[in-house]
């Protein structure tokens, strides 16, 4: 008999999601059981002490001074060159230490861990600190924002966000205007798309876009990339299909396109605004990737309408990749991810009944929703009603 092939790291990760959601169903009547798997949540998450220890550390440079020494240095040490306090130094390090981010290997003597290390990657360097930022303190402050609201469901600013920051912008002006939150933004996204999958490779791309397209004229456009970001998406589809017929666009606001510092010379750079008149006209496919759940179901009919009008009857469609809750039981991910759109972009992710409504309500219709399960992104594919 041959050998059974070891599970991927995604299989097991998937695994370990669905065990996570089977033990909080099966200690949800057990108190002592509720209890002890609260005190491991507890000590993985630290409560907000061990995070705000940590910022304190990266914002005085100790994380980076001390994976940089490659060895152990002592607070005295690490005072002297960050100039941060050597009391501030050994009070911050012990719930850090306790949660194994750093190792104490003497009296006040510390090392990094392998934790401590991967955060200095600008990725997780990044997100950490625009989490932290702006994130955190729009949770922390959402309460007191719905009480003063009554406890009545906000779609649309002011939210918990603006409430927070004493801002009326919405995230995206206001991280414009805050440069170092918009890098640790930008170094964030550009760790998550080394990790995301490709809609093409998760779903049938044969049919759902290259089967029927057009292949007797060469400047007709075959996938529309609708506030792409750099072409990431776009650029993998042309590299995975490089005889498909037809034009490949990418679409994104002026700053945006002009800061594209590598993409494919196939891929047709596009400065275009969402909101305004959809200039590609007829195309096989226009695509859009966790942009939706950036908005207000209003703003949501805005976008699509402008996409309807360029639409083919019967040949165009428009394709979202994004989240399809469950009516029920939904992942915990996806259901922290709901609460994380609305404390910092008055958005939302949403079920096929919300989707089809927002589709309907912009004369588009659903032709089917894509999925892999409840713990994993989908694609909708819609056309023309």
């Not at 040490?77 to 501030?88: D, V």
């Not at 890098?183 to 080394?194: I, K, Q, R, Y």
């Not at 990737?289 to 699509?304: G, L, Q, S």
């Not at 409840?374 to 594919?381: F, W």
Request: net charge negative.
């Amino acid at each position: 008999m041959g050998s059974v092939p070891a599970p991927t790291a995604e299989a097991r990760i998937a695994s370990l999601a669905q065990e996570i959601d089977a033990i909080y169903k099966e200690v949800a009547n057990d108190e002592r059981s509720r209890k002890e798997l609260f005190n491991v949540i507890q000590g993985a998450m630290g409560k907000p002490h061990a995070p705000a220890a940590l910022m304190v550390m990266i914002r005085s440079g100790v994380l980076t001074d001390l994976v940089a020494a490659g060895k152990a240095k002592t607070a005295k040490q690490l005072a002297e060159s960050t100039g941060a306090s050597e009391t501030l130094i050994i009070r911050m390090m012990r719930p850090l230490t306790a949660l194994g981010i750093f190792r104490e290997v003497g009296v006040s003597t510390y090392e990094s861990a392998p934790i401590s290390q991967l955060l200095t990657a600008p990725p997780l360097i990044g997100g950490y600190q625009f989490m932290f930022d702006l994130a955190t303190r729009s949770l922390a402050n959402m309460p007191r924002f719905l009480e003063k609201t009554g406890f009545q469901h906000v779609d649309g600013p002011p939210g918990p966000f603006q409430d927070s920051n004493a801002t009326d912008e919405l995230m995206f002006p206001y991280l414009m205007k805050h440069p170092a939150m918009m890098t640790n933004f930008n170094a964030f996204m550009a760790g998550s798309l080394e990790t995301r999958e490709d809609w093409f490779r998760k779903f049938d791309a044969q049919s759902i876009v290259l089967d029927g397209a057009r292949a007797d004229d060469p400047d007709a456009a075959l996938l529309i990339d609708i506030a792409g970001g750099e072409g990431h998406d776009v650029q993998a589809f042309g590299r995975a299909f490089p005889d498909a017929p037809g034009k490949l666009v990418l679409q994104d606001l002026p700053p945006v396109i002009a800061n594209i510092k590598q993409l494919d010379a196939k891929v047709v750079r596009q400065p275009h605004d969402m909101f305004d008149e959809q200039p590609v006209k007829g195309a096989r496919a226009y695509y859009m990737r966790n942009i939706f759940h950036d908005w207000p179901n209003d703003r949501c009919v805005d976008i699509m309408k402008r996409i309807a009008a360029a639409m083919a009857p019967g040949y165009s469609k428009l394709l979202i990749f994004e989240w399809v809750l469950v009516p029920r039981d939904v992942p915990l991910y996806p259901a922290l991810l709901d609460v994380n759109m609305m404390a910092l972009l008055n958005g939302r992710e949403r079920t096929e009944d919300e989707w089809r409504a927002l589709l309907a309500a912009a004369g588009l219709k659903a032709i089917k929703f894509h999925t892999h399960g409840p713990a994993e992104e989908g694609l909708i594919e819609a056309e023309l009603a």
